[in-house]
């Protein structure tokens, strides 16, 4: 599902220049669950946020389902990204004078859903990540753990085929985190390809795979003994 090839990034500010990635060379298969661990500042988020086709290299090559991404112009990324990629934050990144139902309405409204269809698809969507009975209250009024799989319910909401989630766990309890890794895992089972940042080993767990990154390089790999479905 995803290649790439030799990214690198680098971030220029003022006079100041940040290797955030150096030659980063993997793939990704779809289906997979991968984990992306590494010490704060190595790269994950800009990893993470080049897969997600939010920003791209200073040098390198990406290729999602065997098409280059940085041959695509703005309005086929935006539409690429629409159809395909579904981000999961920290800190959840809801629109707080939204009701539950109207943040995870919103990609759909975007892509012109009709009505009622968006309505069946949401409740259908909440109903899965088991917040359905909260559908009519405010972000503020659910605990982060709620949050979070509200976030999720609009990150698969338009059937996208990759997750992208950047320390989705690292604002929630134990008891939390547990319950959005296992509902990760669901969507995995069921075909969705995942791809977290974590710094917990117990999130790692999850995943068929770990990569190591350091000071913008992938330094090694771990294989979990679960099998793809
Ligand atoms: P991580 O997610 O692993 O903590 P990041 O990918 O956020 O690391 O950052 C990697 C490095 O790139 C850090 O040194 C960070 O300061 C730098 N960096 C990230 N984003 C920017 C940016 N927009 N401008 C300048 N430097 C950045
Ligand atoms: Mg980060």
Do not use: W
């Amino acid at each position: 599902m995803i290649k790439t090839e030799k990214l690198s990034m680098l971030f220029t500010t003022e006079d100041v220049q940040t290797k955030a990635l150096n030659e980063v060379s993997l793939e990704i298969k779809k289906g997979e669950f991968v984990a992306i661990m590494g010490p704060s500042g190595c790269g994950k988020s800009t990893l993470l946020n080049i897969l997600g086709t939010l920003d791209s290299s200073t040098s390198g090559k990406y290729y999602f389902e065997g098409k280059e991404i940085d041959k695509m112009s703005e309005s086929q990324l935006t539409s690429f990204r629409k159809g395909n990629i579904g981000f999961v934050f920290q800190n959840f990144n809801l629109i707080d004078e939204l009701t539950v139902f109207e943040n995870v309405e919103l990609p759909l409204v975007y892509l012109n859903g009709k009505k009622a269809d968006r309505k069946k698809k949401v409740m259908e969507v909440l109903d899965r990540m088991n917040i359905a009975h909260r559908a009519g209250h405010f972000p503020q009024q659910l605990s982060g753990g709620q949050q979070q799989r509200v976030a999720i319910a609009r990150a698969v909401v338009t059937d996208c085929n990759l997750i992208l989630a950047d320390e989705p766990t690292g604002n929630l309890d134990s008891t939390n985190g547990v319950e959005v890794m296992e509902l990760l895992s669901e969507l995995n089972r069921q075909g969705t390809t995942i791809v977290i940042v974590t710094h917990s080993q117990r999130d790692a767990k999850y995943a068929h795979r770990v990569i190591h990154l350091l000071d913008g390089k992938i330094v090694s790999e771990d294989r979990n003994n679960i099998s793809i479905k």
